[in-house]
């Protein structure tokens, strides 16, 4: 556990990668939303998605935790079954600080009226619908699967190299199309909104948290053969 945790340290020494760009991202994403919402002169509630752009910093986040900092702790003898734990750990604090983050925001929100503009970034209601606990874990569940996916991709890049990893994004992709496809072609589209309505945000989250688990054996199997 102590090895564990000397990962975790590890991965924030660079505070700037897990703590000040997410921060400065989310603080500009908020700033430019307020703008733009006091330029819309409507009175009638007013929202946006800026909320989401330091969530995909954690892609980012999760590209950098394997490229960068992997290598480094091969030469401290790590080994890599105390890398992944440790990562994956620094990765949930990190999600679960984001997610905390988001409920301050959203009280602010309700608290001076949407910024004085009755424009909201993070109170949007269809993510709150299930309360506080709710946005949290749907929050915690979106930062937590953007950082798995960075992460994922980047151990198979550093376990089979750019070939692999091209023909992985071009199967996704194919996959998504297909899906698409079937959707379209056998007429489901109301049936797969009424189905995502019914869920709603919270159900859509845990969801989230059994791809994250997915995602998370995936990378670890591949994790295996990656080279520092």
Do not use: C
């Amino acid at each position: 556990m102590s090895r564990t945790l000397n990962v975790i340290r590890l991965q924030l020494i660079n505070k700037q990668t897990f703590i000040w760009v997410p921060l400065i991202v989310l603080a500009g994403s908020v700033l430019l939303s307020v703008l733009i919402y006091a330029m819309i002169p409507v009175d009638e509630p007013k929202y946006g998605g800026g909320g989401q752009a330091p969530l995909w910093v954690f892609f980012a986040v999760g590209l950098s935790a394997m490229t960068l900092t992997f290598p480094f702790s091969q030469a401290m003898s790590i080994t890599r079954r105390e890398f992944f734990v440790g990562t994956l750990i620094t990765a949930i604090l990190g999600s679960a600080f984001m997610g905390v983050l988001f409920l301050i925001g959203g009280g602010i929100e309700m608290l001076t009226n949407g910024y004085g503009v009755n424009g909201y970034v993070f109170h949007l209601p269809w993510l709150w619908e299930a309360g506080p606990l709710g946005a949290f874990v749907v929050y915690f569940t979106l930062a937590l699967f953007f950082f798995v996916v960075g992460f994922t991709g980047a151990t198979i890049y550093k376990s089979w190299g750019p070939v692999v990893i091209t023909v992985v994004g071009v199967a996704v992709g194919l996959v998504l199309l297909g899906i698409i496809y079937l959707i379209t072609r056998l007429e489901l589209w109301e049936q797969v909104w009424l189905g995502i309505l019914d869920l709603g945000a919270l159900g859509l989250a845990l969801w989230g948290l059994v791809a994250v688990a997915v995602l998370a054996g995936i990378s670890f199997l591949a994790f295996r053969r990656a080279k520092p």
